[in-house]
């Protein structure tokens, strides 16, 4: 039995629920939104773990439980609690709850996708390209700095660069232009990271397990998720397949971040050389599967149920 | 250069830096979280040829990563003082950025850094005790029965990987590197604490230990900031051997 947390109308918790049941396999919702109707309790004994898991009345063991599917939302923004004051027992009883659920799944011997401390990378872009340029993939040049003058001379050494946050956070990647020099003083305020930008071809790469499946992006929008905010288009996706070294390589990736599940952005430029900028640990792949046929929700339910494709 | 980095109030890292210091560790330089916030400059470069630092902070010292041997890195976060005037999703989007930016640099120097920064906390990762508790089984120490439930209040010291507050009868091991520190630890403890050093990913480790009347040691929990100050000589020999040794 899979165990599948988060919000259930949202589509990729949709698509691996419906592959689920194409596949003949039971699954329990953990409907976040349910909080009130759920409870959940797990002890640690020598090795073992066991426990119960409430909804609505029905007990789940969690013994019974061979796989989670897992995406979260912040437990303070539901909509169940926003009419709730800070810090009300309501309030802090769904986060225990959620808590309890977080702790279980982060220890279980049981498939995960994916645990918590492995998303953790991606809290620092940066970071995450050192971690990714062991794996043979390029990264942009970058300056991280509070400093205009080093930003200045960056762009002028390099004439197109683009900037977006270091950390997961308002993380939209905007050009940077001539208009954006009367405004660089702000940066002293806090480091701000600008890169390079390279030009070529977008490839979203979705990898679950040893599966990969590439999605080349069309779009002239600098940040091509918001194509059309940006360019007034949204972009073309198209399925393609990855040579097998490459391929390889983005799943000894993968693996090496502890995810099972990743969404990993490259960009080949017009030379061939390919550049990582960033593994996601918790992708949105429906956009990508519902635009190319990509198997991918298929792919996940299968590794949680550990059947082959 | 060594650096030490810490709170401005921890005394565990304002010893090290004293003593180390005394011992010819030069030049060595401790560095707070407050004077890192007021820093004048931070330039942090990455690309193909690999990553470079440099920051400059308001009372001179000017520090280049290259030029660093090593860091005792005790950061538990950035501090966002002078962010004090700014709305509170501001300042807390900019705590966010200087984090991922803070374990960046930290990340990409060569020498040793103990604790390497992680997702969960700049100087190592702050696990809560049911975690804990699973690596340490791993690693051969004993554990003892742990329950948790939705329907318990939290629990502050099991947030913080800890089963309980200190007793009498709590013994602490500290690990620095491949150096066990405690007193009157059996051959098993010691084998165990390396181990879960090492599963843990983190290199300067206080691991707790409930000691009872049969002399047998329950595992209670462990932290990536240890109390450096209770190993003494010892402690400062094992970061003057791993720090002279690189």
Known sequence: MILICGIPSETPITLVTKALTNLGVNYVMFNQRNFKNMSMRFELNHGQITGLLSINGHHYPLERFQGVYTRLMDVQQLPELATEPPNTLVRQNAQILHETLMHWYEIAPIRVVNRTEPMGSNFSKPYQSQLISKHGFLPPETIITNNPEAVQCF????????YKSISGIRSIVQTFTEDDLSRLDLIRWCPTQFQLFVPGTNIRVHVVNTAVFATSIDSKATDYRYAVNQVGNSAQLTEVKLPDELAKRCVDLTQSLGLIFAGIDLKI???GDVYCFEVNPSPAYSYYESHTGQPIAEAVASYLANKST | ??????????????????????????????????????ANCWEHYVDQQGCSVTFKLTDGRTIHGQQIRGVLNRLLTFSTDHFVLAKQSERLYAAQEMNAFFASWLHSLPCPVLNSPSATGLS?????ISEWIWLAYQAGLQTDLYQESDLTPRNLYHMQGQLSPPTPSTQTVIIIGQHVLG???????????????????????????????????FFSGASPLPALIETGEAGLDALATIFFGW
């Open chain 1, 155 to 162: 762009w002028n050494k390099h004439k197109q660069i683009i």
């Open chain 1, 269 to 271: 430029t017009p030379n």
């Open chain 2, 1 to 38: 250069m060594w650096l030490i980095l810490s709170a401005s109030h921890d005394f565990h890292a304002q010893w090290a830096f004293t003593q180390l210091q005394q011992r010819g560790l030069e030049p060595i330089e401790w560095i707070t979280d407050q004077q890192f916030a007021y």
């Open chain 2, 124 to 128: 190592g990762r702050w696990r809560h």
């Open chain 2, 183 to 217: 007193h009157s630890m059996p051959p098993m403890v010691i084998t165990g604490c390396r181990e879960l050093a090492q599963l843990a990913q983190t290199s300067c480790l206080e691991i707790n230990f409930s000691v009872d009347e049969k002399e047998r040691w």
